[in-house]
């Protein structure tokens, strides 16, 4: 093997390397929270020291937000609304928006439960991750829809209304439906519904109330 191609053999295992031990971390702070997780149990359970960890992240803030940019922010999966809303938004189609944001949504909650448990503890022990997810994540959904809500005001489309108030009811049905299903009734006791036909519902529930009437 070559000297570059070593090199490039170290850094492709230093990633691998990197990558798991954010895996490690978001099932450690998933099920005992921040405070009840120390990097010293994030070592053992990747199976590296603890000077492995710093030196991939050199604090726990480093790997607050390194978790944040690869599970939220960046690829691996991640829940993009600009993206998934693109054509519908182009077409004009409410529906089809609202539709596509909904089902996104719940597919993501079912694919990653441990980033939703992660982001839960992070809100109720007041830690600083709660804070970096707001402002990278949440503000620009809220601001991403808001945009788009007051366009459809103005062509008069849809009733005239805070978007912020109306961007919360959605979030709130899509977000307590996911909760359901992942927290507190994982059997499905209450509603048992296809993710595909909990987004048609909370749409229709949504535009009824919000769409102007000719």
């Not at 895996?23 to 590296?48: M, P």
């Not at 992240?57 to 937000?65: G, P, V």
């Not at 707001?134 to 805070?162: C, N, P, S, T």
Request: aromatic fraction near 8%.
């Amino acid at each position: 093997m070559t000297i570059e191609g070593a090199a490039t053999s170290a850094r492709m295992a230093g990633e691998e390397r990197r990558l798991q031990i954010l895996a490690v971390a978001v099932r450690l702070f998933s099920q005992k929270g921040f405070r009840g997780t120390t990097t010293k149990e994030i070592a053992h359970a990747a199976g590296v020291s603890e000077a492995m960890v710093f030196r991939h992240f050199a604090t726990k803030q480093e790997l607050y937000s390194a978790i944040l940019d690869h599970k939220a922010c960046k690829g691996n999966g991640s829940f993009e609304p600009e993206q998934m809303a693109a054509e519908a938004i182009k077409r004009k189609d409410d529906r089809g928006v609202f539709e596509a944001l909904a089902l996104g949504a719940l597919n993501h909650h079912d694919d990653d439960p441990e980033f939703q448990r992660l982001l839960l503890y992070s809100a109720l022990e007041k830690h600083e991750l709660a804070e970096i997810f707001f402002d990278k994540f949440v503000r620009r959904v809220y601001e991403f829809m808001g945009a788009y809500l007051r366009e459809r005001q103005r062509e008069g489309a849809l009733i005239e209304m805070d978007p912020a108030i109306v961007v919360r009811c959605f979030i709130g049905m899509v977000m307590h439906h996911s909760l359901n299903n992942n927290l507190w009734d994982p059997s499905r006791r209450l509603v048992n519904i296809s993710n595909e036909s909990a987004a048609k519902h909370f749409t229709d529930i949504l535009l009824n109330g919000i769409t102007t009437r000719s």
